[in-house]
């Protein structure tokens, strides 16, 4: 009797396994019944990752917002310092270099900076003879502004905004208090050698502030026109791509006057992806990427420095729904849209989730559908989460027609993959993925969307063609069963060809048809 039942549940978890996957997605051209998508990814949101050359020729590349900068005296050779990461003095006195003498950079300009600690705080100072401290909370001002001198092999020496450098004082205390202009000479107290720590980042915010307005428009205006064009939508269609998914940010809302430093002006694109998508029977998912003080930290959420705000303030979470209202009333009813993702892939801590995040995702549900009852409403799960299944036992969400749960599988970033060989990444999505796709089918709830992969694996092996076209096939197959279907991470990279879904096409790596 045991076994019988047993035998019953198991056949019971097929079928709606089965069920699940073999619904069809409404709205589809062709006859299709998933989506089968490719990312319009650094086109309306910028990443430097894939648009490195977007970043050319601002003036001192490498300091731009967000990059992470350390001081060490060249007179006694220990660090700049905010002990426990800010909210007191600041000292040089660290003969190794770690979070609390990692500094973020805010650019006022090629020149000046604002120097914001690991705990939120500004560097400050009160003016000449003063010392520095840390103890300076946001918004910063010209107390916390600072112009950095660079000779040609990142020696530095910064100046106070009252007009007095900065030195290495007794008792190991940083002061403005150096008399006169230092030379570069390396015993000088009043110069520093600065390092980064880390890649910095490239995003609308680094882009923006970096040029300035006239400047960044007119890069903006170029690399907008050009970098996605009709004749892409014209190649998707003849690949049987059915679905683009499009990256927006939120000052899109405010598209003839966004919030600076943000250039407007993607609202017109974005209505040409819409008429070049109806043109040639290919459905819009538009995505908010990046939201108003950022949800992960990441450049491609248009973050200034990496700090994770956006579930932190009330008056970010509103300026995402003002972002989705301003998509769903303009779109909603437009042929050519499938759906409106609310956000994409945000890191919110465990108590957030459900304080901030689902009750964003429930009120978002609710401002698609006053304006549309056939659109997809498209949810994110958190790229942190432990739990496979967290938004599928979220209350507010359950039993939500046209409600889609996006997941993002990539074989990177984390160590698991660092040194697996092209065989072993290949197994690992014929097996593990494959059981958590069937397992996510299998749940009574939202639909299941592979919304980002690539055909690349981590820090191991890069493998050979062959293997790369049998990674491939393995991903299409395995996220080819999701309930709702897939769509590939990017349409066009200007470095990385195996991130770059054209050049994969082209050459052979991949085969749709």
């Not at 990059?67 to 006694?76: D, I, M, Q």
Request: aromatic content about 12%; some cysteine; charged content about 25%.
């Amino acid at each position: 009797m045991e076994s019988v039942s047993c035998k019953w549940l198991l056949l019971s978890i097929l079928f709606l396994s089965w069920a699940h996957s073999a619904l069809s997605v409404d709205g589809l051209s062709n006859g299709d019944t998933k989506v089968k998508g490719v990312n319009l990814g650094g086109w309306l949101v910028i990443e430097g990752f894939i648009t490195p050359s977007l970043f050319n020729n601002i003036v001192r590349a490498d300091m731009l917002d967000g990059a992470k900068v350390r001081f060490k005296s060249l007179k006694s050779y220990k660090y700049v310092s905010a002990k426990d990461g800010g909210g007191s003095s600041v000292a040089i006195d660290q003969t190794k270099a770690d979070t609390w003498e990692t500094f973020r950079l805010w650019r006022i300009s090629a020149t000046e900076y604002q120097f914001r600690t690991y705990d939120g705080h500004f560097l400050s100072c009160d003016g000449k003879g003063a010392p520095v401290t840390a103890k300076s909370s946001y918004p910063p001002s010209s107390t916390e502004t600072f112009t950095v001198d660079r000779s040609d092999h990142d020696k530095v020496r910064i100046r106070h905004s009252s007009g007095s450098y900065l030195q290495a004082s007794p008792g190991n205390v940083l002061k403005a208090d150096y008399i006169g202009i230092p030379g570069w000479d390396d015993g000088n107290a009043a110069i520093f050698e600065m390092t980064f720590d880390g890649s910095n980042m490239r995003g609308d915010y680094q882009l923006s502030n970096g040029y300035g307005y006239q400047e960044a428009k007119k890069v903006l205006d170029e690399h907008r026109s050009s970098f996605i064009t009709e004749q892409d939508f014209q190649f998707l269609s003849s690949q049987g791509i059915n679905t683009v998914r499009i990256p927006v940010g939120w000052w899109i809302k405010d598209d003839s006057n966004p919030e600076p430093p943000y250039i407007g002006g993607s609202a017109a694109y974005l209505q040409m992806a819409f008429e070049w998508a109806e043109k040639y029977n290919i459905k819009c998912i538009i995505g908010l990427h990046a939201s108003r003080g950022s949800q992960n930290g990441m450049e491609h959420s248009a973050s200034r420095d990496g700090t994770i705000d956006w579930h932190k303030y009330n008056d970010n979470v509103q300026e995402s729904l003002k972002a989705i209202d301003f998509l769903a009333s303009n779109y909603g009813k437009h042929p050519a849209l499938l759906g409106i993702e609310l956000l994409n892939e945000p890191i919110v801590p465990q108590n957030s989730l459900y304080e901030v995040l689902i009750p964003y995702y429930s009120k978002g549900y609710k401002i698609v559908r006053k304006y549309s009852d056939r659109a997809y409403v498209l949810i994110s799960q958190r790229i942190n989460a432990r739990n496979l299944y967290e938004i599928y036992d979220a209350n507010e969400l359950k039993n939500l027609p046209k409600l889609v749960v996006d997941f993002h599988f990539y074989n990177l970033y984390i160590e698991l993959f660092w040194n697996k060989s092209p065989s072993e990444n290949i197994q690992y999505i014929k097996n593990e993925r494959r059981r958590d796709v069937e397992s996510l089918n299998a749940r009574n709830g939202p639909l299941v969307f592979v919304g980002e992969w690539v055909n690349t694996f981590g820090r191991g092996d890069p493998g050979t063609r062959m293997e790369l076209q049998d990674y491939s096939k393995a991903q299409l197959e395995v996220y080819g069963s999701a309930s709702f279907g897939w769509a590939y991470w990017t349409l066009k990279h200007e470095t990385a060809p195996r991130w770059d879904f054209k050049k994969n096409i082209k050459n052979k790596i991949m085969q749709l048809q």
